[in-house]
Nanobody, 123 residues
């Protein structure tokens, strides 16, 4: 499975951005997905996860209430709506696919990774 993240760009603090992650094939019932991000000089951190059917979602504390993860399996696409962005959200955002229905917050639970899309939030 190949994943391609898109939608990154430059946005002012307080603004919003929507990311997409297109998969090369339709997900099955054991394909949970998630978003991670890596800021300059830092490790890759968990952002959000969603179960294969979209019924279960989880978020990191830093984005909870501001970001919304969703997916449309008919379009082989996952989304991340990001609102009220502060400069600290600047990072490369990666989408990831799992062989588990609910992948969770650990990066080791994901098998497939996209190349990432850069989000820059200016102050």
């Amino acid at each position: 499975v190949q994943l391609q993240a898109s939608g990154g760009g430059l946005v002012q603090a307080g603004g919003f951005l929507s990311l997409s992650c297109a998969a090369s094939r339709r997900p099955s019932s054991n394909n949970g997905m998630g978003w991670f991000r890596q800021a300059p000089g830092k490790e890759r951190d968990f952002v959000a996860a969603i179960s294969w059917n979209g019924q279960y979602t989880s978020y990191s504390d830093s984005v909870k209430g501001r970001f919304t993860i969703s997916r449309d399996n008919a379009k082989n696409t996952m989304y991340l709506q990001m609102n009220s962005l502060p400069p600290e959200d600047t990072a490369v955002y990666y989408c990831a696919g799992s062989l588990r229905a609910v992948a969770g917050q650990g990066a080791d639970g994901y098998r497939y990774w996209g190349r990432g899309t850069l989000v820059t939030v200016s102050s």
